[in-house]
């Protein structure tokens, strides 16, 4: 019999290996899909899983998720790999798969990374999906309707799964803190509000979260009583960042998105910049300092610069395709770009304006003229009578009025005199004017 070695014990697995959940009540987060009642826990309960997908970002429990279901289902559970699997070794997977179909035994076919896949492979596994040989389950970080061939695709369920809450991952690290696949027989003295720290840097990753667990409890100071202490100080050279200067559910993660946007705001790149880097230095979300520029590039600049929206989707979109560290230039480009750019806020202002009439007058008909007369009957109480077509005038303009009855004449947009919003500013007039001329 081979001796083990302290190598080969349970133990020195990584924690996040140990901690993997074994049972739809220890796994954490999905309750829109795993909760009481909810559409995936029933087909598990039920024994009824078809082929599916899971959709998500990293350390979610797609993998965990898929080993989940083929035990709770008693089902025989394979894992393919998109480097090491080719067609022939699919093939003979699945015609084993086929064979056990016809003892009764039914068999998972998990398949990580599935985007990684080239369509040949994927194509080797839909006859066997198509049968019933197989159910497979797909697990995938991109969108699956760009990423799976869409054969398999129409074949398969898709399953959004959302990155973990703080809250969902403080109580993984807490589990891992007493739980004897974890830390339950140390003894180590660790404060809520540093868990907390470690919950949010993981940003809704589960395996990062205890990995760094892992990894800041082996960096622990021990007493002469064996107790394992964290300290700050330990957290801070473990994860590399200033974290403890920035919470990112506290006051100072709005004073600095806050201070962000003022900057970009008073035409200020340098501030930006700064506090930019504030952010992603401590752990930001790539993607939250994107949507925050999207936001300010309609809210603070508008039809002064068209192109600033463009700019700033094309940014989100490198922050999700590339992420950090490298979307950080992406990031730096936008809020110089945004500082830079012609301020107005007319646009904003428009809809601030319009939705306080809206929400006091919500039962304002629609004037008849505009509105839809898909039938008969509604033609016959002239919906749609008068209508004027801008398209068939000379000018392309009409005189028909748009708003109800109570708001003729009501204006909400105002343009600015900054960059391009000067050209709207001019074409609004030419309008307003033209439809003075020719009304009676």
Known sequence: MEQASL??????????????????????????????????????????????????????????????????????FITFSAVTSGIKEIKKVMEDADKNKRLGIKTIVFVDEI?????????????????????????????????????LLSRCRVFVLKELTSDEILGLLKRALSDNRGFGKEKVNISDENLKIIAEFANGDARNALTTLDMIVINGEMDKKGKINISKDTIEE?????????????????NIISALH???????????????????????DPIYVARRICRFASEDIGLADTNALNVAVNVYHACHFIGMP?????LAEAV?????????????????????DARK????????????????????LNYGKGYQYAHDTKDKLT????????????TYYNPGTQGNEIKFKERLEAIKKWKREHTK
């Open 115 to 151: 985007h990684r896949f080239n369509k040949a492979q994927q194509d080797a596994f839909l006859p066997f999906v198509e049968k019933g040989s197989i159910v497979l389950i797909g697990a995938t970080t991109e969108n699956p309707s760009f990423e799976v061939n869409n054969a």
């Open 7 to 76: 190598f080969d014990m349970p133990a020195s697995e990584p924690l996040a290996s140990r901690m993997r959940p074994q049972s739809l009540d220890e796994f954490a987060g999905q309750t829109h899909l795993i909760g009481e009642g909810k559409i995936l826990r029933k087909m598990i309960e039920s024994d009824n899983v078809t082929s599916m997908i899971f959709w998500g970002p990293p350390g979610v429990g797609k993998t965990t998720l898929a080993r989940i279901i083929a035990k709770q289902t008693k089902s025989e």
């Open 399 to 410: 005189n028909m009025e748009c708003m109800p009855p109570s708001l003729k004449g009501k």
């Open 336 to 356: 110089i770009y945004m500082s830079l750019a012609p301020k107005s806020n007319a646009c904003d202002v428009a809809y601030m304006m319009a939705a306080s």
């Open 361 to 380: 007058m919500l039962s304002e008909p629609v004037p008849l003229v505009i509105r839809n007369a898909p039938t008969k009957l509604m033609k016959d």
């Open 326 to 330: 490298e979307c950080n230039v992406h």
């Open 262 to 284: 003022k900057s970009m705001r008073n035409s200020d790149p340098d501030a930006a910049v700064y506090w930019l880097s504030r952010m992603l230095e401590a752990g930001e």
């Open 238 to 254: 473990c994860l590399t960042k200033k974290t403890l200067l920035y919470d990112k559910n506290g006051e100072e993660h709005y």
